[in-house]
Every structure is written in structure tokens, then in C-alpha cells.
């Protein structure tokens, strides 16, 4: 079971917006501005796509989007495409010790 | 271009040992943390272990913490994860990954190596 809580699928038309949540506990998510979000293809490494929480890599799409409240993260993908179709993992740092957890991961599918 | 190369992996016995090797190009090294990311088949991720960029500080996940150890060599620009007293749930792609203080988050990734345990 993984430490973040995730929805293990969503699915969305082109063009249509997508809401992918991450709840975590005042201990990670709600504790630190230190939520990030990953892309990963199927056989591929993952790829950052925000980071502190509403951050967008250089190269990174303006359709993805971060933000959070209390103890939930949400990744705003706007004008869903089809190479959007991927999994989705958020990791927040949860102190010192135990440094990051991941959320189980969210398959998104573009009908 | 950044480019972070793993090998190392393969198939191993319960209770052996192996040593991962992630070489780094296209970014001074010793200024970044580094990272070793694992995601078991069908499985999702989880932080192993971190280094800091001088070498000085370490992380490492619970799950590992006694078993495994982190490394680097900057003159290299090379990170290593020894791994010792391999259990079958420590089978999965091993990922080094770039590593950003203090927001804890993996810019870069490097392609992965599979370690495999079992007998």
C-alpha cells in the first residue's frame, strides 16, 4: 500500500480537462510546499512534470498544472491530447528520515 | 544533454549481493544530490536511497536501511548502490535519478537496470 493516495484510473476526451488527486497526511503533503508529479510510458523512466507543488520543469506543457489543499495535491492536465495517455505518480517529501513517498501511480486514458 | 546511464543489474540469489553503477554526463555532477528510485513489475515507485553531492550525507528507505549503500565517486561523475542480502522484494528496475534540495523531487532519470531475485 502506498503511502499517497491516489485514484488508480481516470479517463477523458480530447480537449476536455483532467483532475488527477494525491492525498497524502499533515506529515507530507499537507506539512511542506514539496509535491511533485512524474509522467511515466509504458517501459519508460518517469518524467518530472512539476515540482513545489505548482513548479513546471523547463520544456514542460502549460496544459499541466499543480496545485494543493490541506492534504491533497491535484495535476490539472487541460486539452487532453492522446500522447497524454500515461501513468501519473506524485512524491512529497515527508521529512528527514523517511525523505519522499510516492503515490501508487494514476493510468490516465484518452478515450 | 543530461544523460544518466544505469547497469549493473541481473539475476541474483537470495541472500547475495550486486553493485549498481549510474555514469553521469552533461551536468556537474558533484553539485547534486543523487537518487536511487526502484519500481517493481506492475508495480509503483519507491525511494530507495539519496546522497548528498559532497558525499557527506545519506538517506536511505526502511526497507533497505542495513542492506544497502549508497556511493559516488565525483571524479567519475559515477553513483553506486551496493546491495547486499538480496530478498526477492527487492526485485524491480533500479532508477538513479537527479535530486533537488530541499523540495526532495528527481529532475533527471536515468533509463533503469533490472535486478532480478530468485533462485
Known amino acids: 500500500q502506498s503511502a499517497l493516495t491516489q485514484p488508480a484510473s481516470v479517463s477523458g476526451s480530447p480537449g476536455q480537462s483532467m483532475t488527477i488527486s494525491c492525498t497524502g497526511t499533515s506529515s507530507d503533503v499537507g506539512g511542506y510546499n514539496y509535491v511533485s508529479w512524474y509522467q511515466q510510458y509504458p517501459g519508460k523512466a518517469p518524467k518530472l512534470m512539476i515540482y513545489d507543488v505548482t513548479k513546471r520543469p523547463s520544456g514542460v506543457s502549460n496544459r499541466f498544472s499543480g496545485s494543493k489543499s490541506g492534504n491533497t495535491a491535484s495535476l490539472t492536465i487541460s486539452g487532453l491530447q492522446a500522447e497524454d495517455e500515461a501513468v501519473y505518480y506524485c512524491g512529497s517529501y515527508r521529512g528527514s528520515s523517511t525523505f519522499v513517498v510516492f503515490g501508487g501511480g494514476t493510468k490516465l486514458t484518452v478515450l | 544533454e543530461v544523460q544518466l546511464l544505469a547497469s549493473g543489474g541481473g539475476l541474483v540469489q537470495p541472500g547475495g549481493s550486486l553493485r549498481l553503477s549510474c555514469a553521469a554526463s552533461?551536468?556537474?555532477?558533484?553539485?547534486?544530490?543523487m537518487s536511487w528510485v526502484r519500481q517493481a513489475p506492475g508495480k509503483g515507485l519507491e525511494w530507495v536511497s539519496t546522497l548528498t553531492g559532497s558525499g557527506a550525507n545519506t538517506y536511505y528507505a526502511d526497507s533497505v536501511k542495513g542492506r544497502f549503500t549508497i556511493s559516488r565517486d565525483n571524479s567519475k561523475s559515477t553513483l553506486y548502490l551496493q546491495m547486499n542480502s538480496l530478498r526477492a522484494e527487492d526485485t524491480a528496475v533500479y532508477y538513479c535519478a537527479s535530486t533537488h534540495f530541499p523540495g526532495s523531487f528527481f529532475e533527471y532519470w536515468g533509463q533503469g537496470t533490472l535486478v532480478t531475485v530468485s533462485s
Open positions: 552533461g551536468f556537474t555532477f558533484s553539485n547534486y544530490a
